[in-house]
């Protein structure tokens, strides 16, 4: 099984920058788009940023022009660098990844455990 461990959160001031990291590991035969949701309290999860395995990049319109996603093929690790943030950027963000299970021939998605991020203003 493939699991996605992030790091690099924490508390910072508006207009800060954080950058945050996940790690996949285990059983990896091919990593396939990979991509950062968050949570923040009381609403519901939302698409941040996706890339694909091909290097294809979408992002949310809130934070397109201040956030930036990219990924490490070799590291299997995929990034959020986040600049200028808000206070509403406050949330949990979780790291997402789908994966080719070679037993099936089929894909499994897979989530991190998630790491808070607050901005003060």
């Known amino acids: 099984q493939v699991q996605l461990v992030e790091s690099g959160g924490g508390m910072v001031q508006a207009g800060g920058s954080l950058r945050l990291s996940c790690a996949a590991s285990?059983?990896?035969?091919?990593?396939?788009?990979m991509g950062w949701y968050r949570q923040a309290p009381g609403k519901e999860r939302e698409l941040v940023a996706r890339?694909?395995?091909?290097?294809?990049?979408n992002y949310a319109d809130s934070v397109k022009g201040r956030f930036t996603i990219s990924r490490d093929n070799r590291k299997n690790t995929v990034y959020l660098q986040m600049n200028s943030l808000k206070p509403e950027d406050t949330a949990v963000y979780y790291c997402?990844?789908?994966?080719?299970?070679?037993?099936?021939?089929?894909?499994?998605?897979?989530w991190g455990q998630g790491t808070l991020v607050t901005v003060s203003t």
């Open positions: 997402n990844a789908d994966y080719l299970v070679i037993a099936t021939m089929g894909y499994l998605e897979v």
């Open positions: 285990g059983n990896i035969f091919s990593l396939n788009n």
């Open positions: 890339i694909t395995s091909g290097g294809t990049t």
